[in-house]
């Protein structure tokens, strides 16, 4: 499991994002919308008299005045459920009082207020001098200062109506709101934070919690464990990609070996075809991976993995610009055209101009050469070694020096010791190898995600495959191994490694586009060695 990955901290950092706006949310519903506001709660309306038209049924015990059948009492708390205190001077109304109470459709016969235990200066201000008295169904309601948290009751004493008949509290409070609160009992606290709000606020920490766990614990997925033994062969430029997979499959399924024997794309998928002429059962315990559809002419069955980017590489010294070398260039370099840099490179300074052209191969069995030939070359590239330790000769060079290395790595420690090489390789080692240099062709760059956006049309690249002898069995080894390139963490290795998986969405088209069947020659030109 890589719990570092890119792809798990951009999801855990998603849930985390997600708990922090919910909180946030949080302490915006409770602070922001409510600077300033007074809430107000019907916790009582029950019915007292005999001839109430509508409501609870009720029993009384006592005396009653007989003008006062249809009676009923109501119990209204009002509340300051805000972040700040209310000044007298906060209530907005022109009358001398701050609020107003109406009962629809029911009169007043007397009220009585009350304040908490612990407050004892509300009650100064419930007098008529500060307007506080009632008439008809309307309930004056003095302007009372109310630190948060603060609250009084008023009991009300009514006739005429029906038990549940609509109670509005009316009023206005600078920078703040009069609203109405929900309560089943007396006493209950206002809700800290309106219900879409404390919905809205689990669905979205759910949400990214569930996120994180599925992306972070979805590669744990034990069906796709296998044991046994398999070994992977084929392309060294893919090399490191494998490596890291195997690895990782090894480390999640016991019982899992899984060998990499990189020794060229084509010499991979030749041996493989050669195990299936011998032995059909061993041919099933192997993969060989292709820089391109080498396997295709020799029946084996091809899985598109990735595109791979590959790149030409100059020694550190060679300076080609930002536009590199153009496809022409390239062609008359490797047809022998060129001797030294100079020829190439017009103008530049005369120690660079002066160094000899080194073109440093790879072996015809590569496919790295062999996706070179065709994407770049258009025509074989000439297999004759001048040199077998690619140096150039000493004195006026007469032909361009030229040597064959049988893996990447090998190329790119040569070109980046040999001053004036020239070499070519994957672009995701060469990327990160000291001493070299990776060459645009004709302005555009060997970039992975210019290649993805579609902003590029840098043509050396190619499809790799994974060929296997006919379809692996489910329960093999072979088909575990196969499927676990297509997770979303074997993805992010392929990527990290500066390939483009093929199971993406833009790797689907990307690898549509490039495939193609394998050429026994490259157009154009004919073999002058062997391949």
């Not at 009650?123 to 109310?146: C, K, S, W």
């Not at 879409?196 to 972070?216: D, K, N």
């Not at 300074?349 to 069995?365: E, G, M, Y």
């Amino acid at each position: 499991m890589e719990w570092l990955s890119a792809e798990n901290i951009v999801a855990v950092g998603t849930a985390v994002l997600g708990v922090v706006a919910s909180g946030v949310m949080v302490w915006y519903e409770r602070r922001v919308p409510r600077r300033k506001r007074i809430g107000y709660r019907v916790q009582m309306d029950n019915p007292i008299g005999d001839d109430v038209r509508s409501g609870r049924a009720n029993v009384r015990l006592g005396l009653f005045d007989a003008d006062m059948d249809d009676a009923t009492l109501v119990l209204l708390r009002v509340e300051n459920d805000g972040s700040q205190s209310i000044d007298r001077d906060d209530y907005t109304g022109p009358e001398p009082h701050g609020l107003t109470a109406v009962f629809t459709d029911r009169t007043i016969r007397g009220v009585s207020v009350t304040q908490p235990t612990d407050i004892d200066h509300l009650m100064d201000h419930f007098t008529a001098q500060r307007g506080f008295g009632y008439e008809d169904n309307r309930l004056r309601i003095p302007r009372v200062p109310l630190n948060p948290g603060d609250y009084y009751k008023l009991l009300v004493l009514l006739s005429g109506g029906d038990v549940g008949a609509e109670i509005r509290l009316r009023g206005g409070i600078r920078d703040g709101e009069v609203h109405p609160n929900r309560s089943a009992t007396p006493d209950d606290k206002a809700p800290v934070f309106s219900p879409p709000a404390r919905i809205f606020t689990g669905l979205l920490t759910l949400s990214v919690l569930a996120l994180a766990g599925i992306v972070v614990f979805r590669d744990g997925n034990p069906i796709e464990c296998e044991q046994g033994q398999l070994t992977v062969i084929g392309s060294t430029a893919f090399e490191p990609v494998i490596s890291t997979l195997a690895n990782q499959y090894e480390g999640k399924c016991a019982g899992a070996d899984i060998d990499v024997e990189a020794r060229g794309s084509e010499a991979g998928v030749a041996e493989l075809a050669a195990l299936a002429d011998r032995s059909k059962s061993s041919a099933r315990s192997v993969i060989a991976f292709s820089d391109g559809p080498l396997g295709d002419r020799l029946g084996l069955k091809g899985k598109k993995v990735a595109l791979s980017v590959f790149t030409l590489v100059v020694n550190d010294g060679i300076d080609l610009g930002p536009d590199g070398l153009s496809l022409q260039q390239v062609r008359d370099i490797y047809k022998g055209r060129y001797k030294r840099w100079g020829e190439v490179l017009p103008g530049t300074d005369k120690a660079t101009a002066d160094l000899p052209i080194v073109l440093v191969s790879r072996s015809d069995s590569s496919g790295t050469r062999q996706v070179f030939q065709d994407r770049v070359l258009g025509q074989w590239e000439q297999a004759q070694s001048t040199s077998l330790d690619c140096r150039p000769p000493r004195g006026t060079a007469t032909a361009v020096t030229r040597c064959e290395l049988p893996g990447t790595g090998d190329v790119l420690d040569k070109v980046a010791d040999q001053p004036g090489a020239l070499g070519y390789s994957e672009l995701g080692v060469a990327a990160r190898h000291k001493g070299v240099r990776t060459v645009p062709l004709d302005g555009d760059r060997a970039n992975v995600d210019e290649i993805e956006r579609g902003d590029s049309a840098y043509p050396y690249r190619d499809i790799e495959y994974a060929y296997t002898y006919g379809a692996a069995p489910l329960d093999s080894l072979t088909a575990g191994f196969l499927a676990y390139l297509d997770k979303e963490s074997s993805r992010q290795v392929i990527r990290t490694q500066g390939h483009l998986p093929c199971g993406t969405p833009v790797g689907l088209k990307l690898c549509g586009e490039d495939a193609g069947p394998a050429s026994s020659s490259p157009s154009g030109g004919a073999p002058s060695g062997g391949v």
